[in-house]
């Protein structure tokens, strides 16, 4: 059996502050179009999704290059529920370490978020 986990946080600020010009090309640039519609340009959930890719991005024990921000997707269920959705090279990396089930977790305080990923492989 395979056990994999990453962990992240984030100042909540560091999404606020961004210039809209530059913040329009790193939305799009960094979360999928379910991300950004669920997230509604709130800045605490697009924290928590982005969090929560890093997390995954060290769990496969990559970090974002080989593994692109949209390679990971982080999906909520209508409970509220985080669920991960791998793409790309990161769904190569996860298949070739036989990682088969994610588990992450988001959390927030009033100035950062906070992310947990956990894998489970054969």
């Known amino acids: 059996m395979t056990l994999r986990s990453g962990i992240d946080t984030i100042e909540i600020s560091r999404l606020a502050e961004i210039r809209p010009a530059i913040r329009a090309r790193f939305i799009q640039r960094v979360f999928t179009e379910t991300e950004t519609a669920q997230s509604r340009d709130n800045n605490d959930a697009l924290s928590g999704v982005f969090a929560a890719k890093e997390a995954?991005?060290?769990?496969?024990?990559?970090?974002?290059?080989?593994?692109h921000?949209?390679?990971?997707?982080i999906i909520h269920l209508p409970t509220g529920q985080?669920?991960?959705?791998?793409?790309g090279n990161a769904k190569l990396v996860a298949d070739k370490l036989g990682l088969k089930e994610w588990s992450v977790s988001i959390s927030h305080d009033r100035t950062k978020a906070i992310a947990l990923a956990v894998a489970l492989g054969e």
């Open 56 to 67: 995954v991005s060290k769990a496969l024990g990559t970090g974002i290059g080989f593994v």
């Open 69 to 73: 921000w949209r390679d990971i997707e």
């Open 82 to 87: 985080p669920t991960v959705q791998l793409h």
